[in-house]
């Protein structure tokens, strides 16, 4: 989606409307924040607020732009040699997972209902896999892990995918604060690896 021109004031509006979003639909789930709640916390006209994001589906798509770009800087990928900077760069992933919980815990709902968001989220994923995949292969080449199948890559790979799209809402069911479940998450990757390693 095109951003539309804004001044300064424009944008720091923008950025309130996005953060404060990004709160509720953290303490309510997606699903359940229609844009007059967002407006409505901000003592904001819904349509001063749809100036800027047309519909929920835009403030979606924009909070998970800010979400890939954090977890593309973190890079899974061919990149890396070692096992113990894939499991520290996993870990920051999940990190910024905690920050945009909502989406996480409302993915079902939003892929359901937000085509947009089901399109983009299909992409993300091509390029998250294809991004473990070459991690993976580094990490042999580096003979930090043995030689795979590509049915092991793909074990693997799903996961490493179970792991991160699941974590938050086994956590919160178990009744765990999300910080401190972190090292749970790590620990079962790694022993996942155990068996591949030289």
Not at 38 to 55: E, K, N, V
């Amino acid at each position: 989606m095109a951003k539309r021109k804004t001044t300064v004031k424009g944008e720091d509006r923008r950025a309130r409307i996005l953060t404060k979003a990004l709160q509720l639909f953290n303490k309510l789930g997606v699903e359940h924040v229609a844009v007059r709640d967002i407006a409505r916390a901000l003592a904001m006209r819904p349509g001063h607020l749809t100036y800027y994001f047309p519909d929920k589906e835009a403030l979606v798509l924009e909070l998970n732009a800010e979400l890939r770009a954090l977890n593309d800087a973190v890079r899974i990928d061919g990149g890396i040699r070692t096992l113990n900077v894939f499991l520290e760069r996993f870990e920051r992933i999940l990190r910024n997972h905690i920050a945009y919980r909502g989406l996480l815990l409302s993915m079902a709902w939003s892929l359901s209902a937000l085509p947009k968001v089901r399109t983009l989220y299909r992409a993300t994923q091509e390029k998250r896999q294809s991004g473990l995949r070459a991690c993976l292969r580094a990490l042999v080449s580096a003979g930090e892990l043995r030689s795979l199948t590509t049915d092991e890559e793909d074990f693997l790979i799903a996961c490493c995918s179970l792991i991160s799209r699941g974590w938050i809402v086994e956590s919160l069911a178990a009744g765990f604060e999300l910080e401190e479940r972190i090292p749970h998450y790590i620990g079962l990757l790694n022993k996942l690896l155990l068996p591949y390693r030289m």
